[in-house]
């Protein structure tokens, strides 16, 4: 008979790669245990720009970076293709062609002859093909842009909401037998005699302990890798990089616009989902990944790249500024933006830990090939049979269908706009979340407006996805991220999600405290003047009146 904490797998970490890992290994046939120390795409996975994107930028140093993610890329549409997006982009030229300098047309040659490169892999990912634009065809298709340019190339890619893309395939784990543990910590490696067995883990909401063994052992934990490893004497070599987005508060353009930072950076603005994101900051970073808070230097860094090409970017509210740590691999002596994108999986048996492997590096684009490479590898060490890798055939649930939102919304008698919302959260599993509003009509109520939330997601989350706090739901449905803050929003949906997980008071009170307290850490950098004053007046009367 089985032991109940005996596997063959253990991953520890709910970012892209445990989750798609786990996954992939559980549709192999192999029992795993996938362990989130908080919630699924809580560390970058749920920081990323959420492109899935072919790295262009890698192209000349990294040509199979792009390859390997543009070919992902074209697989991750096919798995769940009511979340993912087209976000066409502009690469603007900064002057006026007749006045432009032979260096400039030159350089927009270049520009050309590169777009024009990575077009032979836009097929891979279903994308259209480069086109270069004259000045008036730029103003006519993004009026947004300051004057007198000289013209743009243009250059197709997708985006994808990265928290649920992680759950999804962590729902999957578990719908393919996977054992699926959120807010529960690895906390040490067990080993004897040159092999690692297993780990100790804690559940950070009740306090339980346990261990759970297992012939192979993921270390997904991310930017927390070399923590985990130096706690239990192995080396996890990586150079971290912060990361930090704004989030405006609608969408400014209709393009994606690459520019320039004050330092010649690249960088980028560009609508993702009913937001506008400018990103993102690439800073070396040494310190805790548990504590990362974007500061208002780093925000008037990206305001001021932005309105370099967009003026009006001002005019728009910021409304949070959010970090997360780039994994990039070790190298000395390169500035951070050039780091490579390459992959790596670290095996740790010459250190007496054979059994135990560390994934470092990587792109959310490739996250599927990714897993499937470390899948191979944990197969290949336990010497079991498995079944060959199908997750890039096998929809992730919700993605065997994309529901019209137009009928969702006339059958079901709610908004169109959130019908919307909801077919591209949940794809074919729309219809069973519509269902709890059909049978019981206040479901219908909209609890966010610009998230188009309705009161049937939230329970319908909380019976299905894992929820077990209420800043999970920041990550299903994107609860308190919009421009309220969940100053609006988030009572309501706390006593939804209350009563479906049998809180009592007390719980329900902290819970909204440590959301809207979360929500602030993003906020306080991106607000000053007025606007400061006004939060923290609102602020003090929803702590008043709810006695949080
Ligand atoms: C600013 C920024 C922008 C990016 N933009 C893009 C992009 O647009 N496109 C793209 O392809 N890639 C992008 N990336 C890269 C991409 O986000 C990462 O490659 C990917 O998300 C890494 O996923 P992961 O699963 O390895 O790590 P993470 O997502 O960091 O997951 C690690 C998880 O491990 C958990 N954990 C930590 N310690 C423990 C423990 N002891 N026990 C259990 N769990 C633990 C953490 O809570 C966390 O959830 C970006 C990265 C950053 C930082």
Redesign the pocket.
């Known amino acids: 008979m089985e032991e109940p904490n005996r596997y063959d797998v253990v991953v ?7 989750a798609g890992t786990a996954r992939d290994c559980a549709m192999r046939g192999l029992s795993v245990l996938l ?4 919630d ?14 072919g790295g262009i930028r890698y192209m000349l140093s990294d040509r199979k970076v792009t390859e390997l ?1 543009c070919r992902d890329a074209g697989y991750i549409r096919r798995i769940a293709p009511h979340l993912v997006f087209r976000i066409p982009f502009l690469l603007p030229f900064a002057s006026r062609a007749e006045e432009a300098t032979l260096a400039e047309r030159a350089a927009w040659y270049a520009t050309e002859v590169y777009v024009g490169t990575y077009d032979l892999y836009q097929p891979l990912k279903g994308g259209k093909p480069s086109t270069r634009l004259s000045a008036a065809e730029v103003y006519a298709l993004e009026p947004s842009l300051r004057p007198g340019l000289g013209g743009a190339v243009t250059l197709d890619e997708w985006g994808i909401d990265g928290p649920r893309l992680c759950l999804l395939n962590a729902l999957s784990a578990e719908a393919h037998g996977a054992e699926v543990r959120t807010w529960t ?2 906390t040490d490696l067990l080993r004897e005699n040159g092999q690692a067995v297993g780990v100790r883990w804690r559940d950070a909401l009740t306090g339980e302990h346990g261990e759970a063994f297992a012939g192979a052992i993921l270390n ?5 890798s070399p923590r ?1 490893g130096r706690a239990n004497h192995l080396d996890v070599p990586m150079r971290p990089g912060k ?1 930090v ?1 704004l989030s405006l508060d609608r969408r400014l353009s209709n393009y994606g616009v690459i520019c320039k930072a004050v330092d010649g950076r690249q960088m980028f603005l560009m609508p993702h989902e009913d937001e506008s994101i400018i ?2 900051t690439d800073d070396d970073f040494y310190g805790d990944p548990d504590d990362l808070e974007a500061t208002s230097d780093e925000v008037a860094y990206l305001l001021e790249g932005a309105e370099s090409l967009v003026p009006g970017v001002r005019r728009a509210r910021v409304t949070r500024a959010w970090s ?4 990039t691999l070790y190298e000395y002596g390169r500035t951070e933006d050039a780091l490579s994108r390459e992959h790596q999986l670290l095996d740790h048996s010459a250190e007496g830990a054979s059994g135990f492997f560390s ?1 470092v590096g ?6 599927r090939a990714q897993s499937e490479e470390i899948a191979d590898r944990l197969v290949e060490h336990l010497r079991l049979p498995a079944r060959p890798c199908r997750t890039h055939e096998e929809p992730l649930p919700g993605g065997d269908e994309v529901p019209d939102p137009r009928e969702l919304a006339s059958r079901h008698g709610v908004p169109e706009g959130v019908a919307r919302r909801i077919a591209y959260r949940h794809g074919s599993r729309s219809r069973d979340l519509l269902a709890l509003a059909d049978e019981d009509p206040r479901l219908k109520l909209v609890v966010c407006r610009d998230e188009g939330i309705l009161a049937a997601e939230v329970v319908f989350v909380s019976r299905h996805e894992k929820v077990r706090r209420l800043d999970d739901l920041r990550r299903r449905c994107r609860l308190a991220l919009a421009g309220c803050g969940g100053l609006d929003c988030a009572r309501l949906a706390a006593q939804l999600v209350a009563h479906e997980l049998e809180w009592d008071a007390d719980r329900l009170r902290a819970e909204l405290h440590e959301l809207l307290e979360q929500n602030w850490r993003e906020r306080r950098p991106v607000l000053d003047g007025w606007q400061l004053v006004e939060e923290e007046l609102l602020r003090a009367v929803h702590r008043g009146l709810g006695g949080l």
Request: charged letters at 10%; aromatic letters at 10%; zero cysteines.
């Open positions: 520890l970490g709910g970012g892209v790669n445990g362990l989130e120390k908080r699924f795409a809580s560390g970058s996975s749920g920081a990323s720009s959420g492109m899935i994107h993610a910590e690895a997904a934990t991310g930017a927390w985990f990361g987005h990103g993102t997360g740590v780039r994994t994934f990587g792109k959310l684009a490739s996250y």
